[in-house]
Nanobody, 115 residues
Framework: QVQLVESGGGLVQAGGSLRLSCTASGSIFSISVMAWYRQTPGNQREWVAGITSSGSTNYADSVKGRFTISRDSAKNTVYLQMNSLKPEDTAVYYC?????????WGQGTQVTVSS
């Protein structure tokens, strides 16, 4: 089993920045894909960004150029640096880990961007 714990959410004004962290513990394997998703009430969970074990990254068009995903494998932690935040970025952000064909989710952290 793998446990994921997110942190770093909060309230920020439009144009501001936040950095989310997600730390994995438990049965950790070096080969994994980590990703961030977000969800607003009444909507499906939306993929935001992903990063492979080798460091390859991908972003949703809505956050490209503003968000940066990174990982520290030694700390089993993935980060999401969010800059130039917009009110439409308001959501619960979830961390996801895929390893050995299994999918794990964190509990989510709230990000609220005020206009």
């Amino acid at each position: 089993q793998v446990q994921l714990v997110e942190s770093g959410g909060g309230l920020v004004q439009a144009g501001g920045s936040l950095r989310l962290s997600c730390t994995a513990s438990g049965s950790i394997f070096s080969i994994s894909v980590m990703a961030w998703y977000r969800q607003t009430p009444g909507n499906q969970r939306e993929w935001v960004a992903g990063i492979t074990s080798s460091g390859s990254t991908n972003y949703a068009d809505s956050v490209k150029g503003r968000f940066t995903i990174s990982r520290d494998s030694a700390k089993n932690t993935v980060y999401l640096q969010m800059n130039s935040l917009k009110p439409e970025d308001t959501a619960v952000y979830y961390c996801k880990r895929v390893q050995e064909g299994n999918i794990y989710w964190g509990q989510g952290t709230q990000v609220t961007v005020s206009s």
